[in-house]
């Protein structure tokens, strides 16, 4: 088996790379030459990655003053080594002063990312700690880890979170008007049209917003955009069908039904009569299938189905 480089290395030549990389005076040849030692090991593109983005994040320290870069910058060095010796006095403060560990998922700062999906997609995102996101077409969040808390912003869609309990790092989901705090669980939840719901498979979470509810398994809350909780019809099977491949309706607004089919479709879908938007649909449909999920509500409903241009269904009453 071939022999590795030791991270410490390569975290290392990583930041000589950053530093030069950044520099007025790299030349095309030392720009060639990274290229080159990037094409080495996804080693060396996993950990130059890390340390670019902490070197990214860190630029409003770069012309600032504080004890450890004055101590660095206080030795006396010849001239014409003061630029290349300033440089990497900076690194050593910036990258090895405040520490590498500060910006990782236990650090004080800790760890920032961002997540979407597309129409029809679908993405799974495994965190460090065992916990599991699961997020459903057409879906952002935004994602922040450190030693104290684990955090995510639901922007829009749906995410399902299967969670390592911890109560020395609470997992919360900001969405809406409202935050959801896990209590050791699964749970689903979804933001369509300024409302929330959340589903609780196993175990229970406390929703807080203008008042504080707990659920526990097999229940389903949800609130509007002003923090009022709302009662839903729904069943965490129903709502978490999307995991499964379907889409599961009870009685649903039909203008709600269209929303939640483009989710996973690159078509548009609107009512040419806003009176339509109150008809109710019921119905299991296939995700992948919006032809079928479109012939079903023909045959239930008082509409039809026009096709004005590649990517639009519009639906006029019958």
């Known amino acids: 088996m071939p022999k590795t480089e030791a991270s410490s290395d390569l975290q290392q030549q990583a930041i000589e790379w950053i530093l030069r990389l950044d520099s007025a005076t790299c030349t095309p040849e030392e720009r060639q030459a990274f290229r080159e030692w990037l094409a080495q090991g996804e080693d060396r593109q996993r950990i130059y990655r890390q340390l670019a983005d902490k070197w990214r994040k860190l630029d409003r320290f770069k012309g600032g003053d504080f004890p450890v870069r004055r101590q660095a910058l206080s030795y006396r060095v010849p001239r014409k080594r003061m630029r290349r010796f300033t440089e990497l006095a900076l690194a050593a403060c910036l990258l090895l002063g405040l520490g590498l560990g500060t910006f990782s998922e236990q650090g004080w700062y800790g760890h920032r990312s961002h997540y979407e999906t597309e129409r029809g997609g679908r993405r799974t995102v495994q965190l460090a700690d065992g916990s599991r996101l699961e997020l459903s077409g057409n ?15 639901l922007v829009k869609g749906e995410a399902f979170f299967s969670v390592a309990h911890n109560p020395q790092q609470p997992f919360e989901v900001k969405a809406g008007n409202g935050t959801i705090v896990d209590i050791g669980t699964q749970f689903d939840v979804k933001v369509q049209n300024r409302q929330v719901a959340v589903a609780v498979v196993d175990g229970a979470v406390k929703v807080e917003t203008k008042g504080s509810r707990e659920i526990n398994a097999n229940q389903v809350l949800g609130y509007d955009s002003q923090g009022n909780f709302q009662d839903s019809p729904d069943s965490p099977a129903n709502l978490t069908a999307w995991l499964r491949g379907q889409l599961v309706f009870e009685n649903r607004r039909l203008d709600d039904v269209l929303s939640e089919l483009e989710r996973f479709h690159d078509t548009r879908l609107t009512l040419a009569d806003p009176s339509l938007a109150k008809l109710k649909v019921s119905g299991t449909f ?5 032809d079928g999920a479109l012939n079903i509500i023909v045959m239930t409903l008082p509409v039809n189905i026009q096709r004005p241009a590649p990517g639009q269904a519009l639906l006029v009453r019958r």
Not at 139 to 153: G, H, M
Not at 286 to 290: A, F, K, R, S, V
């Open 286 to 290: 296939h995700i992948g299938n919006l």
């Open 139 to 153: 879906t952002e969040l935004n994602l922040r880890v450190n030693r104290w808390r684990r955090s995510v912003e």
